[in-house]
C-alpha cells in the first residue's frame, strides 16, 4: 500500500492488489483513489501472502469503473496481471482469443494481454507438465516472453501466478520498469518511488526484457529467453525526500524546494574562474562546434521551459533553435540531420511523446542531450548525453520545480556551447554564472511574500476565465501561469504573447476580466518595458482588472493595475526564474479556495507513458 502510495501519482483512476495464495489469487480492486482501495481493504482483508502484485490506474481503454480496474485475473482464477502502456494490437489478438471460446469482462487491452498469457501459459503446462519450478525457466517466465513477443505497442506487464508461487515476471516495452534489490527481498516498481522505503539499490531494465524476480533471485533476458543485463544504480534520495514535509500539499512543498533545486542543479558544474564543467554531456567538443541547429523536444510545462530556453540559447550561442512539442515534431516530416542537436526536456524522463521523438531524432543521425529529473529513466538512457535537474523527486502531477531546474540546465548548456563556441567571453559567462547563484535566494524572498498573492486568488475562486500576457521570456511564462490554472484549477485560462493581443484575442476583454501580465524589468537599453505598460493599458481600458508581476522598484506600473506583485531585480533573461513562482502560488492558492486535490487534478497523470 506504501509503495503503491507512492505512485499514486502516476495514475488514480482505481488500484488494486493481488496476492497469491496456497487456494489460487486473491485481489481487491476499486475505482477512484487509492484510499477507496485501502477502505475496501480494510473492511475486507487479503490472506497474508510473500507474493503479489498492485496497480493504479490511469484510464486508457475502458472507463474508470471497478470492472476495468487492474489487476485483471484469469485463467481460473491463478493468473494475475498488471499492466501500463497501450497495447495496439490488443483489437485482433481480442477476436482471435474469442473465437477460441475466451470471454471478457473488461474492456481493457490489459485483460486481453492477460487472457493470452493465460492462453500461452497454459498450453505450456500441457507440454512440458505441471509447473513448479522458479526463476529462469519457469513457465511463467517462458510464458510471458511468447507473450511479449506477440504484443505490439507500450507495455510493462507484471503477472503472477497460483502455479508458481514466489515469483513475479514482468516484461517491458517501451514503458518503464525498474527493479528494487533488497535483502531477502526483491520489487518491481514504474519507478523507484515504489520501493524507496525499502532499498535504493535499483536495477534499470532494458527495452524489451523480461524480468523474474523472487525473494532471493532477479533474472533478466530478452523476449527470447536470451540473458540479459540490466544496470545497477543507487538512487541519490531517499524516503524523506519523497514525504510532505510539513506542507498540506506535495505542490506546495515542491514549491518550496525551488529554491534549492536551481541552487543543485547550479551545483558542481562550473569552477571559480565561471569556466563551466558539464562531465555527464559526453558529446565530442568537436562535434558540439559543428553543430548549426538545435531542437528542443518536450511536451507541456517542459515545453515552456524550452521555450524561455530558446532566447537564452539563441542569445548567447547564436544557433537558430527551435522548440517543438514532441508529438508533432514527429509526424510532420522534420528537417534533422548530423548537424542538429536535439535537446529533450522531460522531467520524468519516460514522456512516450518525447521518448518517440527522440527516437526518431536519433534515426537521421542528430545527436540527443536529455534534461531529465528522474535517474536511470528511458529518455536519458536512450540519449547521446544527459543533463540532469536535480530538483529531487517531484510527486505532486503539475510540475513546479522541475520547470525551474529545466530553464537553469537548459541555461547551463546553452552557456557550456556559447563557451565552447567561443560565442562568450569567459568573463561573460562568469557574470551570468553569478547572477544564476544569486537566484535561489531571490525566490525564497518571492516565497516568502506569498501572502499577498494567495489572498488574492483565494479572493478570486468564482472566476470563470483568466488570461495571461507576457512579453518575449515573459511569454513562455505566461502560458504556464494559464496552465497550471487549468489543470489545478479547472478554469479556462490562456496565456498570449502581449503584443499579438490586438490581433484578435483582445476580443475576449469584458468588464471585470482578470488579466495577469508579467511585465520585464524597466531597466536596460532594450527594454520592453514601455511596449508591455501600453498592452496593459489596452486591456484595462476596455474593462480589464490587472495584476501584474513586475520588477521591485517599478513604480511606474501602479497606475495601471488592481494589484502589483513585485519580485526582486535580475537580469531579463534569468527573470522567468522568478515571475512563474507567483503564478504557480496562484493557481494552488485559488484551486485549493475551490476546495480541489492540488497534488492529484482530475484526468491527469505525473507519467504520461502513451502517445
Ligand atoms: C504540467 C505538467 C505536464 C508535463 C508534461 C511533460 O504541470 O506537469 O505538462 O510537463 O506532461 O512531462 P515530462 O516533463 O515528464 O516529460
Redesign the pocket.
Given at each position: 500500500m506504501e509503495g503503491l502510495r507512492r505512485l499514486e501519482y502516476r495514475g488514480y483512476d482505481s488500484a488494486g492488489v493481488a496476492v497469491v495464495t496456497a487456494d489460487g489469487i486473491s485481489m481487491a480492486k476499486k475505482s477512484g483513489k487509492l484510499a477507496n482501495l485501502i477502505a475496501e481493504l480494510a473492511a475486507n482483508p487479503l490472506p497474508a501472502s510473500m507474493t503479489g502484485i498492485g496497480h493504479t490506474r490511469w484510464a486508457t481503454h475502458g472507463g474508470p469503473t471497478d470492472k476495468n480496474a487492474h489487476p485483471h485475473v484469469v485463467d481460473d482464477g491463478k493468473l494475475a496481471v498488471i499492466h501500463n502502456g497501450i497495447i495496439e494490437n490488443y483489437a485482433p489478438l481480442k477476436a482471435d482469443l474469442l473465437k477460441q471460446g475466451y470471454t471478457f469482462v473488461s474492456e481493457t487491452d490489459t485483460e486481453v494481454a492477460a487472457v493470452l498469457l493465460g492462453d500461452i501459459y497454459r498450453s505450456l503446462t500441457e507440454v512440458e507438465g505441471a509447473a513448479g519450478s522458479e526463476g529462469t525457466g519457469a513457465l511463467l517466465t517462458e510464458a510471458m516472453q511468447l507473450a511479449a513477443q506477440r504484443l505490439e505497442g507500450a507495455f510493462t506487464l507484471l503477472a503472477t501466478h497460483a502455479g508458481q508461487p514466489g515469483i513475479v515476471v514482468a516484461a517491458r516495452r517501451n514503458s518503464p520498469l525498474v527493479v528494487g534489490l533488497g535483502d531477502g527481498e526483491n520489487f518491481l516498481g514504474s519507478d523507484v518511488s515504489g520501493f524507496i522505503d525499502y532499498t535504493r539499490r535499483a536495477v534499470e531494465l532494458g527495452q524489451d526484457q523480461v524480468v523474474t524476480i523472487s525473494a532471493n533471485s532477479v533474472e533478466i533476458t530478452d523476449f527470447y529467453g536470451a540473458p540479459a543485463q540490466g544496470k545497477e544504480y543507487l538512487v541519490d534520495w531517499d524516503a524523506a525526500a519523497a514525504e510532505k514535509g510539513g506542507y498540506p500539499s506535495f505542490m506546495e512543498k515542491e514549491i518550496n524546494d525551488q529554491p534549492e533545486a536551481v541552487a543543485q542543479t547550479l551545483l558542481g558544474r562550473s569552477d571559480i574562474d565561471g569556466k563551466l564543467i558539464l562531465d555527464e554531456l559526453r558529446i565530442d567538443a568537436e562535434v558540439l562546434k559543428t553543430i548549426n541547429k538545435i531542437i528542443v523536444l518536450?511536451?507541456?510545462?517542459?515545453?515552456y521551459a524550452g521555450q524561455v530556453a530558446k532566447y537564452a540559447i539563441e542569445h548567447w550561442c547564436r544557433i537558430p533553435t527551435e522548440v517543438e512539442l514532441s508529438h508533432e515534431f514527429r509526424y510532420r516530416d522534420p528537417i534533422v540531420d548530423e548537424k542538429t542537436l536535439i535537446v529533450s526536456?522531460?522531467?520524468?524522463?519516460?514522456?512516450m511523446?518525447?521518448l518517440m521523438a527522440v527516437r526518431y531524432a536519433k534515426e537521421q543521425g542528430a545527436k540527443t542531450v536529455s534534461i531529465c529529473?528522474?535517474n536511470g529513466s528511458t529518455?536519458p538512457r536512450e540519449s547521446d548525453a544527459v543533463l540532469y535537474t536535480h530538483a529531487g523527486p517531484e510527486i505532486a502531477?503539475?510540475?513546479?520545480k522541475?520547470?525551474l531546474a529545466?530553464i537553469t540546465a537548459a541555461y547551463l548548456l546553452g552557456l557550456y556551447l556559447a563557451q565552447l563556441r567561443g560565442n562568450l567571453f569567459q568573463g561573460q559567462i562568469k557574470d551570468i554564472l553569478a547572477d544564476l547563484a544569486k537566484v535561489p535566494a531571490k525566490i525564497a524572498k518571492v516565497l516568502d511574500n506569498a501572502e499577498q498573492i494567495k489572498e488574492l486568488a483565494t479572493s478570486m475562486a468564482d472566476t470563470r476565465t483568466v488570461l495571461f500576457l507576457g512579453r518575449h521570456v515573459g511569454y513562455p511564462v505566461a502560458m504556464e501561469g494559464a496552465?497550471?490554472l487549468k489543470?489545478l484549477a479547472y478554469i479556462h485560462a490562456e496565456g498570449f504573447a502581449a503584443g499579438e493581443l490586438k490581433h484578435g484575442p483582445i476580443a475576449l476583454i469584458e468588464e471585470g476580466q482578470p488579466v495577469i501580465v508579467v511585465v520585464p524589468s524597466p531597466r536596460g537599453r532594450d527594454s520592453l518595458h514601455s511596449k508591455v505598460v501600453s498592452n496593459i493599458q489596452e486591456v484595462r481600458a476596455r474593462g480589464a482588472k490587472t495584476i501584474v508581476i513586475a520588477e521591485e522598484g517599478d513604480e511606474s506600473v501602479r497606475e495601471h493595475a488592481e494589484h502589483v506583485f513585485y519580485i526582486p531585480e535580475t537580469t531579463p533573461l534569468l527573470a522567468p526564474l522568478l515571475t512563474t513562482v507567483p503564478l504557480q502560488i496562484f493557481a494552488l492558492a485559488l484551486a485549493t479556495a475551490k476546495g480541489y486535490d492540488v497534488d492529484q487534478p482530475r484526468n491527469?497523470a505525473?507519467?504520461?507513458t502513451v502517445e
Open positions: 518536450a511536451c507541456g510545462t517542459s515545453a526536456i522531460s522531467q520524468s524522463g519516460e514522456t511523446d518525447t529529473n528522474t529518455i502531477v503539475a510540475s513546479t522541475a520547470f529545466q496552465l497550471k489543470e491527469l505525473k507519467s504520461v
